[in-house]
């Protein structure tokens, strides 16, 4: 019999108290050994801790010296010219307002309004709805570029179509069958009676002028001959 199996039987005739006390301090030893690798990990993150707040501290220290001190940072031109809107191709270029285009009669396009109306396409003939291309332009009676005397004609030429309530003159074309023909007949019309009416307002007093000379020149004759 060999000296192993000898003492494999020797163990298993002791008694089970033994056995008991030798696993109890195999569990010792165990958590002996957890024990001492616990405390390794905390004083190996308590040494970590002192070396981070070294370097909190050294870095805090540098950045008041440097703030301290009459440090200029390169980008501070760079930063300038942002805030002022310059690129790298210079200033900002100065953009002078666009005036609005003029009629010949002297009306800006910004001051007439049109309207008109817009419907869905129609799946059958004749595919278009009724007034659809019906415009409507509307004009303030104040910003015409005529004194009251040639007003006065204009209203005369336009009839009923100048309101004296909403103080408008308004103008209404379905002559063509596009809106934008009839857009441009509309601003037509309205240039040409402007220009008319100054035209008639010249021819006025053209004739009231003539007919007040020659009014004078028959009363002096008259009085000639009394004489």
């Known amino acids: 019999m060999s000296a192993n199996s000898t003492l494999k039987q020797a163990l298993q005739r002791l008694p089970s108290s033994v056995r008991y006390l030798n696993g109890a301090a195999n569990r010792v030893s165990f958590n ?80 007439l309004t049109f309207k008109t109306s817009s419907y869905q396409r129609l799946i059958h003939s004749p595919y278009v709805q009724h007034q659809e291309h019906k415009v409507t332009l509307t004009c303030r009676w104040h910003v015409l570029p005529l004194n009251d005397f040639e007003k006065r004609i204009l209203q005369e030429i336009v009839g009923n179509r100048y309101n004296p309530k909403t103080n408008e003159l308004k103008l209404t074309s379905e002559q063509f069958g596009s809106r934008i023909e009839n857009k441009r007949h509309l601003t037509s019309i309205l240039d040409r ?28 004759g008259t009085v000639a001959a009394q004489e």
């Open 32 to 111: 002996a050994t957890l024990v001492l690798t616990a405390r390794s990990f905390a004083s190996a993150a308590s040494v970590m801790d002192g070396e981070r707040q070294a370097l909190y501290a050294s870095t805090t220290s540098s950045t008041t010296t440097n703030s301290s001190s009459s440090h200029t940072s390169p980008m501070t031109e760079y930063l300038k010219q942002m805030s002022l809107g310059h690129t790298a191709a210079g200033p900002p270029p100065k953009y002078a307002p666009t005036p609005a285009p003029k009629l010949k009669c002297g009306i800006a396009e910004d001051d």
């Open 193 to 220: 009676m402007v220009l008319a009416a100054k035209k008639l307002a010249v021819e006025a007093s053209q004739i009231n002028d003539d007919s007040n000379d020659s009014s004078s020149s028959g009363g002096g």
